[in-house]
Structures are given as structure tokens and as C-alpha cells.
């Protein structure tokens, strides 16, 4: 099983900036793609992704953050951050880490963490 922890949200001004971060751990073999997604409170809205990055760095963000966040690794660490910056109103969500396809003792499938809520204020 692998356990992911996220930390670092809270409530910050329009034009701020945040980092989140997300330690995994348990028995892990190897992680792979780790991302970020996020879901708004308004109704119907659907999870999606912010951010991603894979085992070798190479990254994907959602065309709203591109230029405003930055995801990054620690393989060492098995933590992978978000730096959210410049962040508006509508960024404002429950955001959630995710390792996906990560390998422990019990074989590879999805992983999610509890979610951090990010408020901006205008």
C-alpha cells in the first residue's frame, strides 16, 4: 500500500502564492506518474488535472496554470510539489494528490490523497 499525505494549503490573496506538497509512503516499489488535480465546490464540476510529472521529469500542466504553477520531485524524498503562483479567484479548490500506476508489495494501481483545500480571495 502506498499512503499519500498532502500539506501546505490554506487561504491566500488573488496574486499570491502557495506550495503544496505530497509525501508518499508505505511499501512502495516505485512510483511513476505523480500529479495534482483539483475540484471546485461549484456543482457539476468535475475533478481535473492540474499537473503531472513522471518518473523522469517531464511534465504536463492544464493550459490554466501554464506559466502560473510549477510541479516538481524529490525521488529521494518520494514528495512531489506544486508551486502555485500568481493565483486567482478561480483557482480555488480541493486540490488532491495522486500517484499513478505506483507499485507496492500489492501490486500497481492508483493512489489519491485526503485533499488540501486552496481559498483565494479576490
Known amino acids: 500500500q502506498v499512503q499519500l499525505v498532502e500539506s501546505g494549503g490554506g487561504l491566500v490573496q488573488a496574486g499570491g502564492s502557495l506550495r503544496l506538497s505530497c509525501a508518499a509512503s508505505?511499501?512502495?516499489?516505485?512510483?511513476?506518474?505523480m500529479g495534482w488535480y483539483r475540484q471546485a465546490p461549484a456543482p457539476g464540476k468535475q475533478r481535473e488535472l492540474v499537473?503531472?510529472?513522471?518518473?523522469?521529469?517531464?511534465?504536463n500542466y492544464a493550459d490554466s496554470v501554464k506559466g502560473r504553477f510549477t510541479i516538481s520531485r524529490d525521488n529521494a524524498k518520494n514528495t512531489v510539489y506544486l508551486q502555485m503562483n500568481s493565483l486567482k479567484p478561480e483557482d480555488a479548490a480541493v486540490y488532491y494528490c495522486?500517484?499513478?500506476?505506483?507499485?507496492?508489495?500489492?501490486?500497481?494501481?492508483?493512489?489519491w490523497g485526503q485533499g488540501t483545500q486552496v481559498t483565494v480571495s479576490s
Open positions: 495522486a500517484a499513478l500506476k505506483a507499485c507496492s508489495y500489492s501490486g500497481c494501481r492508483d493512489y
Open positions: 508505505g511499501s512502495i516499489f516505485s512510483l511513476n506518474t
Open positions: 499537473a503531472a510529472i513522471n518518473s523522469g521529469g517531464s511534465t
